[in-house]
C-alpha cells in the first residue's frame, strides 16, 4: 500500500479555535481522522503531519521525495498555510523532488485578502483544493485515488 502524506503548516495546530469563522470547528485531530477514513477507503497508508518551522516541511518535502523514488508514496497534500504565499523554499523543494502533491486550502484564498491571491505552491503543484472546508482534504485523497488510477 501506497503513502498519502498529509503536511499542515504554521497556525494548523491551532484550528477548532483560530478563527471558527474562517477555518470552522473542527480540530486538526478530527481531520487526522476525517483523513484515515479516507486513507482506509482508497487504499492509503496514512502519515499525517503538522509543522509551525518552513525547514521541517521542507525536510519532509525531500522524505517524500525519496518515498516517491521507492515507489511508495502516492502523494502529498499539502496546506501549506502563510507560507503558501512565501516560501520559495516550499515551491523549490517540490519542484527540486518533483513529487506528486495537491496544494490544499480549507478557506477559499481568492475571496479572502489579496495578500493570500498568490502561491508560491500552485505553480509546482499538479492540483489545488481550496475552499471546501476540512472536507477539502477527504476530497484531495479522492483526488490521489484517481491520479493513481490515471483518471
Ligand atoms: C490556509 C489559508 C492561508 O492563507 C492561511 O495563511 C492559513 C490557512 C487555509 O487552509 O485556508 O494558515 O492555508
Redesign the pocket.
Known amino acids: 500500500m501506497k503513502t498519502a502524506l498529509i503536511l499542515n503548516g504554521?497556525?494548523?495546530n491551532l484550528l477548532g479555535t483560530r478563527e471558527p469563522a474562517v477555518y470552522g470547528s473542527h480540530t486538526l485531530a478530527d481531520v487526522e481522522n476525517l483523513c484515515a477514513q479516507a486513507c482506509a477507503t482508497h487504499g492509503f497508508v496514512l502519515d499525517f503531519r503538522q509543522s509551525n518551522h518552513e525547514g521541517e516541511l521542507v525536510d519532509w518535502l525531500h522524505e517524500a521525495g525519496r518515498l516517491q523514488v521507492a515507489g511508495n508514496l502516492a502523494g502529498v497534500i499539502l496546506?501549506a498555510?502563510?507560507y503558501?504565499?512565501t516560501s520559495v523554499a516550499l515551491h523549490d523543494a517540490i519542484k527540486g523532488t518533483g513529487i506528486t502533491l495537491i496544494e490544499l486550502?480549507?478557506?477559499n484564498?481568492f475571496a479572502r485578502e489579496a495578500f493570500?491571491h498568490h502561491s508560491y505552491i500552485s505553480p509546482a503543484a499538479k492540483a489545488v483544493m481550496c475552499g471546501f472546508g476540512v472536507s477539502g482534504y477527504a476530497l484531495a485523497i479522492a483526488g490521489l485515488a484517481g491520479m493513481q488510477a490515471g483518471d
Do not use: F
Open positions: 504554521p497556525n494548523l496546506n498555510g502563510a503558501t504565499h486550502h480549507i478557506s484564498v493570500r
